[in-house]
C-alpha cells in the first residue's frame, strides 16, 4: 500500500520534534530488529501531560508515528495517553504496509515506558543536550 | 492548486523510451502485425524486423547477430546466464565466483543455487567499491565453473576490471582450467562506456533496454557461439532454441533502435551527464555537512552520485524529496522492503548507520542546470530538517 497524504505531511513536517528543557518523564526505545530508535520527553503536571517532544531515527513511519504521538498526547491525562493503542495511530497515518506497522508499535511502548512511575523523574538517558 | 516541478534524478532504476525508439516501434503495435514464426508476408516482415534489431544490439557490444538473445530483461537474462550454465556445466564443477556488490537478481540466483548445493565465493570491493584481479585469482578452486562480476555497479557506479579479470581468466584457461566460463551484467554500463566482448572476454553478457531510453520488459543475453546453456523457458523455437516463447517484436525493434542511438550519442550524453554529476556533488559537499561519497571518485559511471547523508535515514528523506517533486532512490532498508541496508554500502566497509543514509542520484540526458539548482536547495533544507528530529544528529553535536 501506498502511504497517505497524512503520512507525508508529518515526514514533511513533524509536528513536536525536538527536546524538552524541562522535561520530567521520557524514554527511548530501539527496535532490536531494524535499529530504529524513538525518544519521547514529557513535561507532566497534575497528571496531565503538558507538552510532549519527540526525536526519532529510522525509516519513515518511525517518524510518522513519532510525530503523531507527539501530537495527539499532548493535553491528554496520563490515563487517556497510556491508554492509547497503536491502532489509534495507525488510524490518524491512514495505515501502514503490514510489514511496516511495528513502528506504531514501538511509538506505543516508548510512551507507556514513559509513562511507568519509575522514569517518571528521569529524562531520556541518551541525547539531552550538553 | 500548485503545480509541484518535477526533477527525475533516477534514471539508474529507469529511463524514460525516447521518441525516436517509440517510432521506431509504433507500426510494430498496429499494422506490421506479424509473428516472426510465420512464413507469410506479415511474419516475414515481422523476422527482418528482428533479425535488424539483433544486429544493432550486437554491434553495440561487438558480438554476432547469433549469439545475442532476446528476451525479458536483466533479471532473466542473468537467470539464463547463470543457472542455464551452472545446470549445463555442473559436471565440471559446482563452485561460482562473484562479487559482493552484484545486482540482486545476481545475488538471488546464487543465494537459490548456494540452497542446492553450490558453492558461492563472493568477492570483497573494499572502500573504493572495487573488485581486484588478484582476489578473482585467488578464489579460483577446481571447481570453479564460472566467474560473474558485474561491468559497473548499479548503486554507486564503480566500474570493476572485467577486461583484465577476462585476460586471467584466458590464462586459467590455457593453464588447463578448461571448463570454466566468465559472466558479466552490463547493464548499468550499457549507453555509458563502450562494450566489446572480445575486449571483455566473456562467455556471457547481460542487457536491459529500460536503462538506455528503451521500453521495460525486453532484454538481451549475448552468449558466446558454442558456450552450452540450458534454457530456462522451454517450449519453443525461437531464440534458436534457447529462449521459448513468440518474440516482441515491437519492444525488440525498439531496443534496436535504442541501442543504435546509445552507441551514436554516448560521447555527448556522457559529458552532459558528467557534468552535471560533478557540479551536483560539487555544490552538496559545500553546502551540506557529515555526508559521505560513496565509491571510487574516478572509476565510475558518469551519471551515478551515491552519498550517505550521515544520522538520517534515506527513506524519510526520499519521501521529503519526492514530495518536493524530486525523484531519487535508495538502497536503505525500509524502500527497498527488506530489513537489511543496502549490501551495496555495507561491502564497502560502511557503517549500518551510514548505508541507511545513503542515497542514489543518477542523471540523464534530459537533466539540466536548473535541475541541479533545484535539487541541491531542497536537498540541503531536507537534511537539515530530518537531522533536527534525529537523536544521533543531536548526539554527534553535543560529542563536538
Same mark, same amino acid.
Given at each position: 500500500m501506498a502511504y497517505s497524504e497524512t503520512f507525508k505531511d508529518h515526514i514533511a513536517n513533524p509536528r513536536r520534534a525536538g527536546y524538552l528543557d524541562d522535561v520530567n518523564a521520557g524514554a527511548e526505545q530501539t527496535n532490536p530488529v531494524c535499529g530504529d530508535r524513538l525518544q519521547l520527553s514529557l513535561?507532566?503536571?497534575?497528571?496531565?501531560?503538558?507538552?510532549?517532544r519527540f526525536l526519532a531515527?529510522?525509516?519513515?513511519?518511525t517518524l510518522a508515528c513519532g510525530s503523531v504521538l507527539a501530537e495527539m498526547i499532548e493535553g491528554m491525562s496520563c490515563a +487517556?495517553?497510556?491508554?492509547?493503542?497503536?491502532?489509534?495511530?495507525?488510524?490518524? $497515518? =491512514?495505515?501502514?504496509? !503490514? &510489514?511496516? @506497522?511495528?513502528?506504531?508499535?514501538?511509538?506505543? +511502548?516508548?510512551?507507556?515506558?514513559?509513562?511507568?512511575?519509575?522514569?517518571?523523574? $528521569? =529524562?531520556?538517558?541518551? !541525547? &539531552?543536550? @550538553? | 492548486m500548485t503545480t509541484v516541478r518535477r526533477i527525475y534524478l533516477d534514471h539508474s532504476a529507469t529511463t524514460p523510451v525516447d521518441p525516436r525508439v517509440v517510432e521506431a516501434m509504433l507500426p510494430y503495435l498496429t499494422e506490421r502485425l506479424g509473428n516472426p514464426s510465420s512464413v507469410h508476408f506479415f511474419g516475414q516482415q515481422a523476422r527482418a524486423a528482428v533479425d535488424a534489431a539483433r544486429r544493432e544490439v550486437a554491434r553495440m557490444i561487438g558480438a554476432r547477430p547469433n549469439e545475442v538473445v532476446f528476451l525479458s530483461g536483466a533479471t532473466e537474462a542473468n537467470n539464463l546466464a547463470v543457472r542455464g550454465l551452472c545446470?549445463?556445466?555442473?559436471?565440471?564443477?559446482?563452485?561460482?565466483?562473484?562479487?559482493?556488490?552484484?545486482?540482486?537478481?545476481l545475488r538471488g540466483i546464487c543465494a537459490a543455487l548456494e540452497h542446492r548445493g553450490w558453492s558461492i565465493t563472493r568477492l570483497p570491493v573494499y572502500e573504493d567499491g572495487i573488485v581486484r584481479v588478484d582476489d578473482v585469482r585467488a578464489a579460483l578452486r577446481k571447481d570453479t565453473v564460472l566467474i560473474s562480476i558485474m561491468m559497473a555497479n548499479n548503486e554507486i557506479g564503480t566500474v570493476q576490471p572485467i577486461a583484465e579479470i577476462g585476460a586471467m581468466i584466458r590464462e586459467e584457461r590455457a593453464r588447463s582450467h578448461r571448463h570454466l566460463w566468465y559472466h558479466t551484467d552490463v547493464v548499468q554500463a550499457a549507453g555509458r562506456m563502450p562494450i566489446d566482448v572480445e575486449s571483455i572476454g566473456c562467455d556471457l553478457l547481460s542487457l536491459s533496454a529500460h536503462k538506455m531510453y528503451g521500453p521495460k520488459g525486453i532484454g538481451a543475453l549475448y552468449a558466446r557461439r558454442g558456450v552450452r546453456l540450458t534454457p530456462q523457458i522451454v517450449g519453443g523455437h525461437q531464440e534458436r532454441e534457447r529462449r521459448a516463447g513468440t518474440e516482441a517484436v515491437p519492444a525488440i525493434v525498439a531496443f534496436g533502435?535504442?541501442?543504435?542511438?546509445?552507441?551514436?550519442?554516448?560521447?555527448?550524453?556522457?559529458?552532459?551527464?558528467?557534468?552535471l554529476r560533478d557540479r551536483f556533488e560539487a555544490e552538496v559537499t559545500t553546502k551540506i555537512p557529515d555526508i559521505v561519497l560513496n565509491g571510487h571518485r574516478e572509476h565510475r559511471l558518469p551519471h551515478i552520485s551515491n552519498i550517505s547523508f550521515r544520522f538520517i535515514e534515506?527513506?524519510?528523506?526520499?519521501?521529503?524529496?519526492?514530495?518536493?517533486?524530486?525523484?531519487?532512490?535508495?538502497?536503505?532498508?525500509?524502500?527497498s522492503g527488506t530489513l537489511e541496508p543496502s549490501p551495496v554500502i555495507r561491502a564497502l566497509g560502511?557503517?549500518?548507520?551510514?548505508a541507511r543514509g545513503a542515497i542514489r542520484f543518477s542523471f540523464g540526458k534530459d537533466n539540466c542546470d536548473e535541475d541541479v539548482d533545484y535539487v541541491i536547495e531542497v536537498l540541503a533544507r531536507v537534511v537539515a530538517n530530518l537531522r533536527h528530529l534525529s537523536p544521533l544528529a543531536r548526539e554527534a553535536q553535543a560529542a563536538i
Open positions: 513535561r507532566i503536571k497534575e497528571g496531565r501531560i503538558e507538552a510532549a531515527y529510522g525509516c519513515a513511519p +487517556e495517553a497510556a491508554a492509547l493503542t497503536r491502532q489509534e495511530i495507525l488510524q490518524i $497515518l =491512514g495505515g501502514l504496509p !503490514s &510489514r511496516k @506497522q511495528h513502528a506504531a508499535a514501538l511509538a506505543i +511502548e516508548v510512551l507507556r515506558t514513559a509513562l511507568e512511575p519509575s522514569s517518571s523523574s $528521569l =529524562g531520556p538517558p541518551a !541525547s &539531552r543536550p @550538553q | 545446470e549445463a556445466a555442473e559436471p565440471h564443477g559446482r563452485h561460482i565466483i562473484t562479487s559482493a556488490i552484484e545486482h540482486s537478481s533502435r535504442a541501442a543504435q542511438l546509445a552507441v551514436a550519442e554516448m560521447h555527448g550524453r556522457n559529458q552532459q551527464a558528467r557534468r534515506g527513506e524519510g528523506l526520499l519521501i521529503n524529496l519526492d514530495m518536493q517533486g524530486v525523484a531519487v532512490s535508495t538502497g536503505s532498508a525500509c524502500s560502511h557503517s549500518e548507520e551510514k
